[in-house]
């Protein structure tokens, strides 16, 4: 029966891997819960009998370390064709993301040659109005709202409301209007890294 990873287990699981030296195994871990995770997660069970959720919690004994140490050493081929395959599908979802944005500008070009002044002024007009909306609903939330016992069902409502606002909405704008921060060079400097993994990956097996 496949071993399930545990959503909140899994943050933890890279560091504590990579506390140990195994830093193959922590790469594979790094990241969102997938097949391959699952798969890896699996093969480990069945070779070793180990629980990968166990290592989130530091539940591994020594000799359960040593297991998982040798099972890097005997699968290092299979995890490192994983690792690769990873990184492959990073850089294709970080040359889409930054096609998007690529696109958002050029429309927003588009919008700035324009004749009609609403058209060019539209998109400085949603996100002022989106912002001010969004922190007066923080405020509302935060020093007017009531919030009592017999209504837990309201609090749940606006967490749900501030974490679209705050994660999605006020997110997006900043990252629309202020993409050359550090976030996005550090996104630029991500896909070149990636992008130089896989052309070296492609080298090597040209030569063999």
């Known amino acids: 029966m496949p071993i399930p990873l545990i959503a909140a287990a899994l943050s933890a699981i890279a560091p504590q891997l990579a506390q140990k030296g195994l830093d193959l195994l922590s790469g594979v871990f790094r990241g969102a819960a997938n097949k391959g995770v699952e798969e890896i997660s699996q093969l480990i069970h069945d070779k070793t009998g180990i629980d990968i959720n166990d290592v989130a919690d530091n539940k591994l004994t020594e000799s359960q370390w040593t297991q998982l140490k040798q099972f890097e050493f005997d699968y290092q081929g299979k995890l490192l064709a994983f690792r690769q395959q990873s990184d492959a599908n990073d850089l294709e979802r970080e040359r889409i993301a930054a096609a998007d944005r690529g696109?958002?500008?050029?429309?927003?070009?588009?919008?700035i040659a324009s004749d009609d002044p609403f058209v060019r002024r539209f998109i400085y007009i949603y996100a002022s109005v989106l912002t001010l909306l969004?922190?007066?609903?923080?405020?509302?939330?935060?020093?007017?709202?009531?919030?009592?016992?017999?209504n837990k069902e309201?609090?749940?409502?606006?967490?749900?409301?501030?974490?679209?606002?705050?994660?999605?909405s006020l997110s997006a704008i900043i990252q629309f209007f202020f993409g050359?921060?550090?976030?996005?060079?550090?996104?630029?400097?991500?896909i070149a890294q990636l992008t130089q993994a896989v052309a070296d990956r492609d080298a090597d097996g040209s030569k063999s």
Request: zero cysteines; hydrophobic letters at 50%.
């Open 103 to 111: 696109s958002a500008r050029d429309m927003q070009k588009a919008a």
């Open 134 to 150: 969004t922190f007066l609903f923080i405020f509302w939330a935060a020093f007017i709202h009531q919030y009592t016992a017999d």
């Open 154 to 168: 309201s609090a749940r409502v606006i967490d749900t409301v501030l974490g679209f606002l705050l994660g999605v």
């Open 180 to 190: 050359s921060s550090q976030g996005s060079r550090a996104k630029d400097q991500r």
